[in-house]
């Protein structure tokens, strides 16, 4: 069964370049621009998976991804924060929010494909 893939993200290149590897490598990829449609998709998909941007319109990543992993719901989704905000703080920040990985772009293909591997189980 092919693996559904949500992205979180405001920078259409970004997401079209992202959405275009996955579908590559055999999955399924919705993909919306902003915290809030992002957040509602994820509860209405429930995806096997989450690529979610941390500056985004109406609600940013973090509070995206605090609310999805307090709800015993949508808790197990896997989150990986993908960002151009590499300090630590922000790091420390998608910890407590309960990310499963963080990955800054400018970004390498192989990377976010093997820890999206990692996180699936593939």
Do not use: N, W
């Not at 509602?40 to 985004?56: F, N, S, T």
Request: glycine content about 8%; hydrophobic content about 40%; overall charge negative.
């Amino acid at each position: 069964m092919t693996k559904k893939i949500l992205i979180v993200e405001d920078e259409t290149d970004m997401a079209l370049l992202v959405e275009s590897r996955l579908k590559a490598s055999g999955y399924d990829v919705i993909s919306v621009g902003d915290g809030q449609a992002g957040f509602e998709m994820a509860k209405k998909e429930k995806p096997d998976l989450m690529i979610l941007d941390l500056m985004l319109p109406k609600m940013d990543g973090h509070k995206v991804c605090g609310l999805l992993k307090k709800d015993t719901r949508y808790a197990k989704i896997p989150i990986i924060l993908f960002t151009a905000r590499a300090q630590e703080g922000d790091r420390k920040l998608g910890e407590e929010a309960g990310a499963d990985a963080y990955i800054t772009k400018p970004f390498e293909a192989k990377v976010l494909l093997d820890k999206i591997r990692e996180l699936l189980g593939d």
